[in-house]
């Protein structure tokens, strides 16, 4: 539903609150007639009498609406709300009822003729108190059930998100080019080293089982991330051959804690795609897994030159931020840096506090 609402064949066009608000004051002024006609008081005293107040009423919670925009009243919190519409009802109350009290008295109404004025004045103040809380409770309802459902809208869109970021994270994990040079690489050792070439189609298929499940848990323990490093590490020492060392330094401490899944494989990939692949003479590769401060600290470290920051790597190390941030909030953080002349360093933080309330709540609920 639009904003605006265009009325036949030209430009003009109405809002939608000019559309609520001339038919609901149409409505009021019509039910004042139709009891005055029911009581037999109907004149045409009493239609300029209803007008006048009808005009009153659009024209005061025009005013009222447009104190509560300018204000931003409708962001702050609920009961912050709730007593400034309290305020503002009274308040324009009291100036609607400064209008309508001369006017009565001017135009010789019934009502003036049996108060005094300042009773007349209260007497306003008391009619008018009710109408605008009402017409007050409409607009906020209306604007509450609005913000609900825009929250509502904007909640499944950035779920949509996540799950289209995760979705392309998942794909990025296994590089097509990896997967066809294990498969060249599996093709040659068939017939050299049979036994071989069936360790590797299960270190391969082991990885892609990794991948396709990576979807159906926020985090895995670092004991299976590790293992399906090791695999890929695995193949990718069969094209590189002597090229490529692998350190590992990890305390075992860290096998049961909770990480990303495919996150440190992701940072592994990276670091042999932009690092060691480019150098002649091949390089190092260390994976290091500490806890420091309450923190679980993840490092991967390889030969070669940074030529950028966390972008550089392509969508796969922008990705990690973004897990991360998705997971942890700012309680984790992620960097990628040139430590040497010939070194890059990954290192990521995770919080091991926040990880292993995670873990209970789930237990507690599971």
Known sequence: MQNRIYLGMGRFYLS????????????????????????????????????????????????????????NILLKGLQQQI???????????????????????????PSSKKLTFHALFFYMVASDVPLLFMWNSFYFMYHYVSKSQKQQLDTLQLEALVKELELKTIKS????????????????????????????????????????????SETVTFKDELKIVKDYLALENM????????????????????????????????????????????????????????????VVQN??????????GGFGLS????????LYG????FEIKQIDIALVEAKVLIPVSLIQQKLTHESYHN
């Open 330 to 333: 700012d309680k984790a953080t």
């Open 239 to 298: 094209r590189f051959e002597d090229r490529l060392c692998v350190e590992y330094d990890i305390d075992e401490e860290t096998l049961e804690q909770q990480v990303p899944p495919m996150m440190l494989q992701t940072l592994v990939e990276n670091a042999i795609k932009h690092g060691i692949s480019k150098q002649v003479q091949g390089g190092v590769v260390k994976i290091i897994s500490d806890i420091r401060n309450n923190y679980h600290l993840l």
């Open 16 to 71: 939608r609150f000019w559309i609520f608000q001339l038919v609901g004051w149409s409505i009021f002024g019509l039910i004042n007639i139709f009891f005055a006609v029911l009581f037999e008081q109907f004149s045409e005293r009493m239609v300029q009498h209803i007008l006048f107040f009808v005009e009153m009423g659009i024209l005061f919670s025009f005013l009222m609406r447009e104190v509560i925009k300018r204000s």
């Open 173 to 216: 994990h296994i590089n097509p080019h990896f997967i066809f040079n294990a498969l060249n690489s599996i093709r040659a050792l068939i017939d050299e080293n049979p036994t071989r070439a069936r360790r590797a189609v299960t270190e391969l298929s082991s990885i892609l089982r990794s991948s396709m499940n990576a979807e159906k």
């Open 319 to 326: 990705s990690t931020q973004d897990r991360l941030s998705l």
């Open 303 to 312: 030969t070669g030159c940074l030529t950028g920051g966390i972008h550089s």
């Open 83 to 109: 007593i400034i519409f309290m305020v503002l009802t009274l308040v324009f109350s009291i100036l609607m009822a400064s209008v309508q009290t001369p006017f009565e008295e001017i135009c010789n109404m």
